[in-house]
């Protein structure tokens, strides 16, 4: 009936960065290179899509890492990208807002630099959180940094919330990029009838899963990987069944509240610089296959799981559904994204995948906002 096996293999084989420990924090070096602002910016693509791609820089490549290990060049790296992100906001951003040829421009470059302030606040947020594992381990008093943490995550959530309100509006970077627009839409839609021509119907799923890293936003980024990046005729991304969860591997009972960013690790994050209108055709036939898989455990396995429950067991059940529509939704984009990507290489018209990717994006930001509503509540996978 349902295919088992998704979740823990995904960890090993989409990237390198995510640990696989059972219980314990890796302790690790991460080699985390200071890139130029035009390499991690993330003002091109449309707005509702910032702290998912703030995070993949961020966030995503920390994951099961002890931070406290981390060599000092780490911290002084994110240090100065966060630093080519505040100059943008306000040397180039500000200027060109003030300075733009009509509305549109001045509306869409507003937008961009909403997304380099979640970007920017993202990086501050991790610098902070080095900071206090590092204190943490030296037996130092932590009362000043996790004020800072305070602060910046209230920040985070302030322009992340703005962020997703901006959904589909067209966004302008500063380094050179066009405006990217993908519609707007209505961000409340909660209609959960899912169009299956990105894969048919039948599976299973659990709940998906990661530390904690302190992703506010949305998922959902439009040209997640973008056309023009590296060719990617080469890109290998294998259909991964879904696992059974195993209480030995924390990440598939993590709480509530992580799920935007837990998605975009495993369908967003392995696709970024890549020019998704060049990958091969198996890499869309695998993802359909995987976004089958996650609705056939909602309506296989969740819902008849939520219905036979009742108390604490039924509630953490309804808390891994929502994860798992994350999940879910957040491949439906994926695919959408490659759609376009193809289409726009051949010069075909694209005002129907450019509706799909619209609702898809109003389908995840409200399930990504009911995740964050449970955050820290105990979620359960299905078996």
């Known amino acids: 009936m349902a295919r088992f096996s998704f979740l823990v293999a995904s960890f090993a084989l989409l990237s390198s960065m995510v640990s696989a420990a059972p219980v314990a924090i890796v ?43 981390l060599d000092d060049l780490v911290e002084e790296n994110i240090a100065a990208m966060r630093s080519a992100a505040e100059a943008a906001e306000t040397d180039l951003f500000n200027p060109a807002i003030d300075n733009a040829a009509s509305d549109a421009e001045a509306d869409a470059l507003d937008v961009g630099k909403t997304k380099n302030k979640v970007l920017k606040h993202t990086a501050f947020l991790q610098l902070f959180r080095i900071r206090l594992a590092k204190a943490q381990a030296a037996g130092e008093s932590t009362a000043d940094i996790e004020a800072d943490i305070t602060d910046r995550e209230a920040k985070l959530k302030k322009n992340s919330d703005a962020d997703v309100a901006n959904a589909g509006k067209a966004s302008q970077d500063v380094v050179g990029g066009a405006a ?25 799923t659990g709940n998906t899963g990661t530390s904690n890293t302190g992703n506010t936003g949305n998922t959902g980024s439009r040209n997640t990987g973008n056309t023009g990046g590296a060719s990617s005729a080469n890109f290998q991304f294998p259909e991964l069944p879904y696992v ?92 959408f994204n490659i759609r376009l990507a193809k289409a726009e290489a051949a010069g075909e018209d694209t005002a129907d995948i450019d509706a799909r990717i619209v609702d898809r994006q109003n389908k995840l930001a409200t399930n990504t906002r009911l995740d964050q509503a449970n955050a820290g509540e105990t979620s359960q996978a299905v078996a």
């Not at 080699?31 to 910032?50: H, K, W």
């Not at 990217?180 to 299973?204: C, I, L, P, R, V």
């Open 27 to 69: 302790r690790r070096q991460v080699n985390f290179p200071e890139l130029p602002y035009a390499q991690f910016q993330i003002s091109t693509t449309p707005g509702g899509t910032a702290a998912a791609e703030a995070a993949a820089i961020f966030f995503t490549p920390f994951n099961g890492v002890d931070l406290s290990t």
């Open 180 to 204: 990217q627009s993908g519609n707007t839409g209505n961000t409340n839609q909660t209609n959960e009838t899912d169009d299956t021509d990105a894969g048919n119907t039948g599976a299973s």
């Open 244 to 335: 059974p969860p195993l209480r030995s591997v924390p990440d598939l009972v993590d709480p509530g509240g992580t799920a935007a960013e837990e998605a975009a690790r495993i369908f967003l994050t392995p696709f970024q610089g890549l020019d998704l209108a060049t990958l091969d055709d198996s890499v869309e036939t695998n993802l359909a296959a995987m976004r089958e898989a996650a609705e056939a455990a909602e309506l296989d396995l969740f819902n008849p799981a939520i219905d036979a429950a009742s108390g604490a067991e039924k509630d953490a059940l309804e808390v891994g559904k929502t994860k798992n529509k994350v999940l879910k939704h957040t491949i439906f984009l994926q695919i």
